[in-house]
């Protein structure tokens, strides 16, 4: 009895669809279909923007303990750290409204080397610039931090919007998400053209991951009221001049989630 055997099933080699390679024994199909547009208009400055909700995310840098919590770092250093918690709700409505629409949310926070193998003298100078204070991945005595060390509780994000089993996590060792780490190729493979981009703080990690995601291609737009810092309000308002002039755009929580329909 003759028994024909059953062509093997195409294979997906890719992140998602539109992405991916359809692979069987003979052939390899690359021509990756676009999914469905899903156009956002949203009320920004220093102009209006239309973005596909399909190639967006929400990339959210450095809501960690050390930054924002007492107990943490900065609050060791006699900083107050309530600024830093400003964004936690509006980061929170847009983080559930993200989800909700099946839109990635990135998670983009310090964890660097307990033995700093990967770390130069500047970085370490930029958190200790006397030499003496503990530095970082040093205990902070009096806390439960190791400074923005990997595994550390001052590493971990915020209680209230520690991310999500169906987030994306990266570690990064340098104040821009895109230095020294897999953000850029995460990306890229999940199809992101256009950043929605908040955390803290503001004129440091946030503003360097804009400019640097910005130097690479995306679209770039911070979430004003989903982004702080603990300096001087002079930094903000710089920040936001050059992102409107050079970088990008800025907009609000609310006109994000107007345009997702969420209010």
Not at 170 to 179: E, Q
Request: charged share 20%; glycine share 8%; hydrophobic share 40%.
């Amino acid at each position: 009895m003759n028994v024909t055997a059953k062509p093997a099933a195409p294979v997906v080699m890719g992140t998602s669809p539109d992405q991916a390679w359809i692979v069987t024994p003979g052939t390899v199909d690359m021509t990756r279909p676009a999914p469905p547009l899903r156009p956002l208009a949203i009320a920004a400055e220093p102009q209006n923007i239309t973005v596909d909700a399909g190639k967006s995310a929400l990339l959210i840098v450095d809501m960690q303990n050390d930054f924002c919590t007492k107990g943490g770092w900065l609050d060791s250093r006699g900083i107050d750290v309530s600024p830093n918690r400003k964004p936690i709700k509006p980061l929170t409505a847009l983080i559930e409204a993200f989800r909700a629409q099946d839109i990635p949310v990135v998670w983009v926070n310090w964890g660097v080397r307990k033995d700093l193998l990967n770390i130069y003298p500047s970085l370490r100078h930029a958190h200790n610039p006397r030499g003496d204070e503990p530095g970082i991945a040093q205990p902070v005595p009096g806390t439960r931090s190791e400074v923005i060390a990997a595994g550390s509780w001052g590493a971990e994000v915020v209680d209230e919007i520690n991310p999500g089993s169906g987030d994306v996590q990266i570690i990064k060792h340098r104040f821009s998400a895109f230095w020294d780490t897999e953000t850029d190729a995460v990306l890229r493979n999940m199809g992101i053209k256009t950043l929605f981009i908040g955390g803290v703080n503001m004129d440091q990690c946030v503003m360097t991951t804009l400019e640097d995601a910005s130097f690479l291609g995306y679209d770039t737009i911070l979430i004003e009221d989903g982004t702080a810092t603990t300096s001087p309000d002079y930094c903000v308002q710089a920040v936001l001049y050059n992102v409107k002039l050079l970088f990008g755009f800025v907009t609000q929580s609310a006109a994000i989630l107007k345009a997702l329909g969420t209010r």
